[in-house]
């Protein structure tokens, strides 16, 4: 992995330590799917906690408050490993699955959306049917959204807070 990739770097020049669960593929799919969800206006939170227990590997909030899960696969193997899939969509109002170039674009089912990426940028290839989010779920998964990102500035203005278990 690139060191560019082991840590995000913020204006303010603060780090935020990167998630060392996923492969080197996957963090560069990651980068580019967040990326390209800035450059649309959105704003996004990688490894997202979902109610259900889930963990979505980016979630992407638009300026009009609809909700985006992006499923990152790295691998062939990845990709039929995992069949959870489904459970992500009734947090969202649209799902897609983002891969590497070097995957087949064929791996993934058509009722969701496809973005390839790399670590400097991601395309739309497909995108899915909305199927909007009911007002008490859509409010429940943005207060998540909130929570989260507060907690992600806190621990950067406060790095000891983690330690201590005060976050």
Same mark, same amino acid.
């Given at each position: 992995?690139?060191?560019?990739?082991?840590?995000?770097? &913020?204006? =303010? %020049?603060?780090?935020?330590? @990167?998630?060392?669960?996923?492969? +080197?593929?996957? $963090?560069?799919?990651?980068?580019?799917?967040?990326?390209?969800?800035?450059?649309?206006?959105?704003?996004?939170?990688?490894?997202?906690? &979902?109610? =259900? %227990?889930?963990?979505?590997? @980016?979630?992407?909030?638009?300026? +009009?408050?609809? $909700?985006?899960?992006?499923?990152?696969?790295?691998?062939?193997?990845?990709?039929?490993?995992?069949?959870?899939?489904?459970?992500?969509?009734?947090?969202?109002d649209r799902f897609y699955f983002a891969i590497p170039e070097t995957l087949s674009t064929t791996l993934t089912p058509d009722e969701a959306g496809l973005i390839v990426a790399d670590a400097f940028g991601a395309a739309i290839l497909r995108d899915p049917e909305e199927h909007p989010l009911s007002g008490a779920r859509r409010k429940a998964v943005t207060l998540r959204f909130a929570h989260n990102a507060a907690r992600m500035l806190h621990a950067l203005a406060d790095p000891g807070a983690i330690r201590e278990g005060v976050l």
């Open positions: 992995m690139s060191a560019a990739l082991a840590h995000a770097i &913020l204006p =303010n %020049g603060a780090v935020l330590p @990167v998630d060392r669960r996923q492969s +080197a593929t996957a $963090l560069q799919v990651q980068r580019g799917v967040r990326r390209l969800y800035s450059e649309l206006g959105h704003v996004t939170i990688p490894e997202f906690s &979902l109610a =259900n %227990g889930r963990r979505a590997d @980016v979630i992407a909030l638009c300026p +009009a408050g609809r $909700l985006t899960i992006i499923e990152i696969k790295s691998s062939v193997a990845d990709f039929r490993a995992d069949r959870k899939w489904p459970e992500y969509r009734e947090y969202c």
